[in-house]
């Protein structure tokens, strides 16, 4: 009798890359995102262009993922609702303190969100001791006793570390379960909804087609791809994990700014960093 040997089957290339590596790949493209986005400031606003990446990011999820009513189940609605909410909220406050601050200064303070999870969920309470240390460093990188400091910038990147904390929560909670990315797909949908709220009326009159392509451009970059990348991973990272991971964003925020926008660092903003 010939026994016949099956093949073992072949995991997804995703699976088969280190979960770091596709978070690492997602920071790099979200700065890079976040910088080229500044071009488009000047013709629809910080929320116009955040409301334009977002709608441009929607149309994409939905063609790609196509979900359907009966591929979420209806515990996940509600976490659905809510990281839409929050990403509306993340990327407008994103842009409008990339208006006002320097990129790597913004991310640092918003880091506070992502290292604030890693702390919360930390078994040992010497890591509350890292989200102290991340203050120091912030209050380096702004250097509130110049007179260059910007409040209003500094405000808006602390609500965005608000809602990247609960960013990272709810998008591990939506990868767990719902399939693919099909949570993104109605996700991101519901973000532009909100953020059109103020998107709309700034980028009234300043819409053309180049500023259309430009956006599905920079919808790719920030956040098709990397919210992509980061809810593979965090189907294999904790949070904890996760957020820790998330220390090399104002490294790679600084680089960033200082090849695209200019934004040369001082020695007292490095050590920040």
Do not use: C, N
């Amino acid at each position: 009798m010939t026994t016949v040997s099956q093949r073992p089957t072949r995991r997804p290339l995703t699976d088969r890359v280190p979960a770091w590596s596709l978070a690492v790949v997602s920071i790099t493209s979200v700065q890079l995102g976040a910088a080229l986005s500044t071009d488009l400031f000047p013709l629809v606003g910080t929320a116009g262009t955040a409301w334009l990446r977002l709608t441009a990011a929607a149309v994409i999820f939905l063609v790609i993922a196509r979900p359907r009513p009966s591929d979420v189940p209806r515990r996940a609605v509600p976490a659905i609702l809510a990281l839409g909410v929050v990403t509306a909220m993340m990327t407008v406050a994103t842009l409008a303190a990339l208006d006002r601050i320097a990129l790597g200064t913004a991310v640092a303070i918003q880091f506070l969100g992502p290292l604030s999870v890693a702390a919360a969920r930390a078994r040992r309470a010497v890591m509350l001791a890292w989200p102290t240390l991340a203050l120091i460093g912030v209050v380096l990188l702004t250097q509130p006793w110049q007179g260059q400091f910007d409040l209003i910038g500094v405000a808006w990147a602390l609500v965005g570390a608000f809602a990247w904390g609960a960013y990272i929560l709810l998008t591990q909670r939506i990868g767990d379960q719902v399939a693919g990315l099909k949570g993104l797909a109605l996700t991101i949908p519901v973000a532009a909804l909100v953020s059109a709220v103020i998107g709309v009326p700034e980028a009234v009159g300043g819409i053309t087609w180049q500023v259309l392509l430009a956006s599905v451009g920079l919808a790719v970059l920030l956040p098709v791809l990397p919210f992509s990348l980061e809810m593979l991973a965090l189907r294999r990272l904790t949070a904890h994990a996760f957020g820790t991971l998330m220390a090399l964003e104002p490294a790679i925020a600084m680089i960033v700014g200082a090849v695209v926008l200019q934004q040369v660092p001082g020695l007292v903003q490095l050590l920040g960093i």
